[in-house]
Every structure is written in structure tokens, then in C-alpha cells.
């Protein structure tokens, strides 16, 4: 198998096709904070008894927040260069659903490369829910889809799902430490082949293979 790995040298800077892009060390550390209250704030959210004067309460704190901060907005699309281990670079959305560092409901924040591939370790909260106390079987196969296209892109080159095949072999539980890990298992013209799995207590709860087709950047 030959993965072309591509030089720093040659990969497209986002900013060059008329994408925003920002530098991590430009978000304030407060943002981060942020995120994380408001990912613990979205499960409290949908798991609360409170009384109906403490939910109102709540509903106008928060809509007072959201105007705030919704103020001055980014554009959607807006992009962050990540440095990875060896030198590789790519760029990821900044509110991608499944890993963007400013996006509250994001569970796969510690990507790294391990192994020849990627790996990363999350615990999804509650709210995540689908059966009873398990995530629910599209966040599993989104985080799947998220670490085999950004295993393609670290390694190969940055691609879309074309097809992606998941096998749940058994529950994933809420509240729970994850590994998903992930690795490029061929190259063939521009598709991009890659497979991983979500394990939990060294337990393969789900595994995912998929083709990442490469794609130009299209200029915005
Ligand atoms: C750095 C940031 C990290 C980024 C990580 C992203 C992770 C998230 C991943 C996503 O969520 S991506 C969003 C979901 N996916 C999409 O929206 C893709 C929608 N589909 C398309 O845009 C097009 O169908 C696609 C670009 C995938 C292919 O269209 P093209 O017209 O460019 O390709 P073409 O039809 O010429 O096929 C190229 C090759 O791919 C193959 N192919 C295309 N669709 C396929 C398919 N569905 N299954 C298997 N193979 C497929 C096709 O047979 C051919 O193989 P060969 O080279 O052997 O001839």
C-alpha cells in the first residue's frame, strides 16, 4: 500500500479559496472554558426536575446569553489549522459537530496520531442518549465517520465520506470512557480507504470502514 503523504509544502491553505481561517492560539482560552460549560449545561438541560419558576428562570438567563454572544458571530465555515505529530497539518471547521474546538456538542477533542493512524479518548454524556443509558447509534457512527475522514486527510488527503459502513457489535455506553481509533487500509486513484473502531474497557463496541473520495477545494 502507498499513502502519498503530502508535504506541508503542497497542502491548500483554506484561506487562499476565500475560507476564514484562525489560528488556535487566537481563541481565548474563555471560549474553551465556554465550551465545556455549555456541553455539561445541554446534559443538565435534558435531565433536569427543576421546578417550572427555575426553568423559566433559566430559559431567560439563557436567552440572554445567546443574544450576547450571538452578537458577533464568525462565519459559518470558518476553519482552524491543526498541527499534528511529524509535522502534518490539515484544517478542520471550527464548529465541526463531531470534533470543532469551539463547538459545544463536539465529543472528540484529543485526536492524535498514534500508530500510524488516529486515535482519541471521549466519555459522551447524556446527552448523547438513544436506548436507555447508551449513545445513540448516530453519534456512534458519526464519530466513526469523523475520525476514518480526518484519518484520510492527516494521512492521505482530505476527502468526503462517499461511503461509510458500521457494524454495532455491541451497546456503547453513556458516561463511560471510549477509545475510537482509526488507519488508512489503501489508496486507490482518489479514493481513500480507512476503517477504526470504538472500543470501551478494551471491548470493540462498534466498528466503521469507509471510501473518503479527495476532492478539490471549491473557492467560496
Ligand atoms: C480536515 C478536516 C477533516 C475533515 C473530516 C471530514 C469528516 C467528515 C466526513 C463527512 O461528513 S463528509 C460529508 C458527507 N459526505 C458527502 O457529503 C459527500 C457527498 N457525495 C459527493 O460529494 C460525491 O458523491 C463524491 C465527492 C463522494 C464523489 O463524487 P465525484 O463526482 O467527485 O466522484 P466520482 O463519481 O468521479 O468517483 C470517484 C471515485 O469514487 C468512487 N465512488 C464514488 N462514490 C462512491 C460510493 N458511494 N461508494 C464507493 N465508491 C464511490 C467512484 O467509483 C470512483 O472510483 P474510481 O476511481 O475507482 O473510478
Known sequence: MTVDAHPIADLPNPADYGFTVIERQELPADLLTLVDRVRELVDAVAHTEADPAELAAASRTVSELTERLGARRRPVGAMTRQDWEGGRVDYNTLANAVSGVTNPVAPLRNLRVEDGGLRAETTLNGAYEGPPGLVHGGWVAALLDQVLGE??????????????????????????????????????????????????????????????????????
Open 151 to 220: 484519518t484520510s486527510a492527516v494521512f492521505g488527503r482530505m476527502g468526503l465520506t462517499a461511503n461509510l459502513t458500521v457494524d454495532y457489535r455491541r451497546p456503547t455506553p453513556l458516561n463511560t470512557p471510549l477509545t475510537v481509533v482509526s488507519r488508512i487500509t489503501g489508496v486507490e486513484r482518489r479514493k481513500v480507504f480507512v476503517s477504526g473502531e470504538i472500543r470501551c474497557a478494551g471491548e470493540i463496541t462498534a466498528e466503521g470502514s469507509a471510501i473518503m473520495v479527495r476532492v478539490a477545494i471549491p473557492e467560496v
